[in-house]
């Protein structure tokens, strides 16, 4: 199968379906990742600045990790951090690209996520991923909105959880600006899940469509 997960910034994939893509990469299917923002990083409250080359290096060591190909977003289409917005040219940009590589199964944003550089990935990538048989939605943070996830799509990442804490370790600037609860609070709500479906550890997707 071809297998893709798109993320508005570097870190969103491997914290949101991370063990996910560490599985399909170690059943030898074909995995992809796409981010669409240069994930520069401003944290005025914590007085901490990300430059976009940190943040690529950091997130091509994850990928090397999980095992997924890192799919370059045009220069000129690329989105600035917390900024990102629909655009026909990146829509069209992913699109295409869910096309030449034939995925199979998709995996985006989910499109109630309070951050807006989330929710403008999702409608993006819901929209060109419309023709996907299979469009799973990931959380990459905590944040509350009115409307709750309806996690029923369910992953069993017991055997390659390790994976996606070493991963998730490449991003050492996120660890120095939250510490290391940023990891724990997934891999705790991981276990979690785990439980629900008598696992140790899975992740949960909401799903926009799934044929079978």
């Not at 190909?69 to 629909?86: D, M, R």
């Not at 295409?96 to 550089?117: A, E, G, P, R, S």
């Not at 943070?141 to 370790?169: H, M, R």
């Amino acid at each position: 199968m071809n297998i893709m997960a798109i993320g508005a910034h570097h870190d969103d994939i491997e914290l949101g379906v991370g063990g996910t893509l560490a599985k399909f990469a170690k059943e030898k299917n074909k995995v992809y990742g796409l981010t669409l923002t240069d994930s520069e990083t401003y944290d005025h409250i914590k007085k901490y600045h990300r430059p976009s080359q940190r943040a690529v290096t950091e997130h091509t060591k994850a990928a090397k990790i999980i095992g997924y190909e890192i799919i370059e977003v045009p220069k000129e289409l690329l989105g600035i951090c917390t900024k990102l917005h629909y655009s026909p040219e990146l829509m069209q940009f992913i699109e295409t690209t869910i096309h030449k590589y034939k995925i199979d199964i998709l995996f985006v944003h989910w499109k109630y996520d309070m951050n807006t550089d989330h929710e403008e990935a999702a409608k993006l990538s819901i929209l060109a991923g419309r023709h996907a048989k299979r469009v799973l939605m990931y959380r990459s943070n905590w944040y509350q909105p009115d409307k709750g996830f309806n996690g029923i799509v369910y992953s069993d990442i017991s055997e390659v959880i390790a994976v996606k804490k070493k991963a998730l370790n490449s991003y050492t600037g996120e660890i120095r600006r939250y510490g290391k609860a940023w990891i724990n609070s997934f891999i705790d709500a991981n276990r979690s899940w785990g439980y629900s479906i008598g696992s140790h550890y899975a992740e949960v997707f909401e799903p926009v469509r799934y044929i079978l």
